[in-house]
């Protein structure tokens, strides 16, 4: 009788990347597998580990399947990611019921793990976050016609915030070949809409190559066969050069769209983060995009209530976010995550300040997408389309102005049948605060 095992992928799309390997492994190995862990003999959950929200999420999942497994639905549970990679021996003590927590450097061994654990033993095992697999056939999980396509792992941009550089260790980039190679696979199985990720898509390249190759990546992408939007996410406002920008401007497949996290606009904020850059120095930037790619969407991330920030300098971001206009945002207040360098820094802000900014500054990004929004009334747009409201009577999909998972939809009538993966012109009718209402027209 085969053996079936549910993956709970918890955190980013980089994770997710992790799970559908595993995935793969435990299919070609025998174990049948279903979608949710009440269906399942084994659940095994892909923690993040990443900030506090992340670390709590993880720890609900984790407390429901052990419920699970008490009433005996479930036999067996065991985790991995970066929440037991951060904490190791203290996570594999803080959740005995788990029969399996390990690294992110023992998931290529996730088949041998589970027979382990099903011939009734606990593992617990922490081998080389640099053992981490970065290549490797997949199980797509995202709907089938879109992925992710992950080009490097770990990161060295040691941000004083951030623990990710300890947990996923200095980041090393996929060989160009292999990703294409995944590339074409993909391709070839239908995919059309890629979505480029890694922690700093923008470094791709520099530890193999000694300079950044991603712009000769996405050119050789955008000769593969059968893909139609390719989408960059997680650029470095300091590695943004006019070869990337030449790049996505000459390209029809690269969807003109930018991913780049500033986190704060103030100077001495930016340092004691350890990142790069000034409001000048930052506005200039985004002028400069601008100019070479004229209906470019731009999105960042930015975070409130870092240690010593002042009423003065919050307020600052709040006139520098609504000088630049970004077309998509999100604003999270700082979580200081222990074992990282700010977490020892003086001038800690309370938490509920930090998160009333946060509310701030989005607050005023609603409005701005809703006037944003306002503007596409009556313009003809591409959409792919990713499912069907039955309870709206419409379809629903994205425009190349939205990514997966993190914008907005459009929802929209059509006279004629649909499938998901179909690409349709839209007239847009009407408008919602992020997602657009429209008509298929051709």
């Known amino acids: 009788m085969s053996i079936k095992v549910g993956m709970v992928s918890l955190g980013c799309s980089k994770n997710l990347v992790d799970s559908e390997r595993m995935l793969y492994k435990l299919k070609q190995n025998g174990y049948t597998l279903v979608t949710e862990p009440g269906l399942a003999d084994i659940a095994v959950v892909n923690t993040c580990g990443f900030i506090k929200s992340a670390k709590e999420e993880a720890i609900e999942t984790i407390l429901e399947l052990a419920a699970l497994k008490a009433d005996g639905t479930l036999k067996k549970i065991v985790i991995t990611g970066c929440l037991t990679e951060r904490y190791r021996e203290e996570a594999a ?16 061994d996730i088949v041998d793990i589970l027979n382990e654990v099903m011939a ?19 199980i797509i999980s995202t709907l089938p016609f879109f992925t992710y396509l992950k080009i490097a792992e770990g990161c060295s941009n040691c941000c004083t915030y951030c623990a990710i550089p300890t947990i996923r260790g200095k980041y090393r980039s996929v060989p160009m070949e292999d990703v294409i190679a995944e590339a074409e696979k993909l391709a070839a199985n239908g ?147 222990e074992g990282t360098k700010a977490a020892g820094f003086d001038n800690q802000i309370d938490e509920d300040v930090a998160a009333h900014r946060a509310d701030i500054i989005m607050e005023q990004q609603l409005e701005r997408s809703y006037d944003n929004n306002k503007k596409l009334m009556d313009a003809e747009l591409e959409a792919v389309v ?14 190349a102005l939205d990514a997966p998972d993190i914008d907005g939809k459009v929802f929209f009538t059509s006279e004629n049948p649909l499938k998901i993966g179909d690409y349709v012109k839209i007239k847009i009718t009407d408008t919602l605060d992020y997602d657009l209402i429209g008509e298929v027209i051709e």
């Open 120 to 138: 009734g033993e606990r593992v617990v095992r922490f081998g080389s976050k640099l053992d981490a697999e970065m290549t490797g056939d997949r």
């Open 191 to 337: 995919v059309t809409e890629l979505v480029v990720i890694a922690q700093d898509t923008s470094r791709y390249g520099e530890d193999l190559y000694g300079e950044s190759k991603l712009p000769e990546l996405l050119k050789r992408l955008c000769k593969i066969d059968g893909l139609k939007w390719i989408r960059t996410l997680y650029c470095y406002p300091e590695r943004i050069t006019d070869e990337l920008l030449d790049t996505i401007a000459s390209e029809e497949k690269l969807v003109k769209y930018l991913e780049i996290p500033i986190q704060h606009c103030d100077k001495d904020i930016l340092s004691a983060m350890n990142r790069w850059g000034s409001e000048e120095e930052l506005e200039a930037l985004f002028a400069r995009i601008r100019s070479k790619i004229p209906d470019v969407v731009l999105r960042t991330t930015l975070i409130t209530g870092f240690p010593g920030e002042t009423e003065e300098q919050f307020n600052a971001l709040a006139e520098f976010v609504n000088r630049v206009k970004f077309d998509r945002l999100g604003c999270f207040p700082y979580s200081a995550e």
């Open 386 to 399: 990713e499912g069907y409201d039955r309870f709206g009577e419409c379809f629903f999909g994205r425009t």
């Open 93 to 108: 003590e803080l959740f005995p019921e788990a029969d399996a927590v390990i690294g992110i450097g023992n998931n290529k």
